[in-house]
């Protein structure tokens, strides 16, 4: 089975600070994304990566970066967190090209920001 | 724009009973329809594919149909039981000639079955 985990479940950070969060998976995948997750509005893309050292904005990317130095960890950073950053932050995997492939998601991150 | 709405946004049935969850979409060039369940504090998981050339493709008592031609899905939990209990997201995917196309994500139908 397919396993994405991501670091932490909880995380309260202050307004400003620098907040990393970590995701991990042990198929081999390309491709690995970020979302957030809001009520009322559905998972929307933050940023994704096809491969090592990789990424591509996705529909959300302002005020995010993201960093992809090992095939099986992508970072997602909140250069300085705000408020309206507080969410339920998801990654998935997925292999490279093939629509058929399900992306196979962590079980989220929910971040608040004080 | 490609678009992905789900109906209704809630739904509560009692243990045993049977339901249907729906989703029209917008999106083209149409690649597939996927629909994933999650559970409360979990990641989605993925339940069924369908592409444009199935119409019916069950998983357990979970049964999806696409209507390709009218652009819609549904979504049929028979003998709902309390572990049923979730959100249902519809995702469609977008052709995209590269990195195995672009999902559109619905904003989820939150199922509630009671005992």
């Known amino acids: 089975d397919v396993k994405v985990t991501q670091s932490s479940r909880y995380l309260v950070k202050r307004t400003g600070e620098k907040v990393f969060l970590e995701c991990v998976q042990d198929?081999?995948?390309?491709?690995m994304f970020w979302y957030r997750q809001d009520p009322g509005l559905g998972l929307r893309l933050i940023y994704f990566s096809y491969d090592v050292k990789m990424k591509e904005k996705g529909d959300i990317p302002e005020g995010y970066s993201v960093s992809r130095e090992k095939k099986e960890r992508f970072s997602l950073i909140l250069e300085s967190a705000s408020t309206n950053q507080t969410s339920m932050y998801l990654c998935a995997s997925r292999i490279q090209g093939i629509a058929s492939q399900p992306q196979h998601f962590g079980d989220g991150t929910r971040l608040s920001i004080l | 724009k490609n678009q992905v709405e789900q109906s209704p946004q809630s739904l509560i049935i009692l243990e045993g009973k049977n339901c249907t969850l729906q989703?029209?979409?917008?999106?083209?060039?149409?690649?597939?329809l996927r629909w994933y369940k999650q559970d409360t504090g979990r990641g989605p998981v993925s339940l069924t594919i369908m592409t444009f050339s199935e119409n019916t493709k069950s998983n357990g008592r979970y049964t999806a149909t696409l209507d390709a031609d009218t652009k819609q899905s549904s979504l049929h939990i028979t003998a709902s039981q309390l572990s049923d209990s979730a959100s249902y997201i519809c995702?469609?995917?977008?052709?995209?000639?590269?990195?195995?196309?672009?999902?559109?994500f619905g904003q989820g139908t939150e199922l509630s079955v009671k005992p």
């Open positions: 198929m081999d995948h390309e491709n």
């Open positions: 995702v469609v995917s977008a052709a995209v000639h590269n990195q195995g196309g672009k999902l559109i």
């Open positions: 989703c029209n979409y917008t999106v083209s060039p149409f690649s597939n």
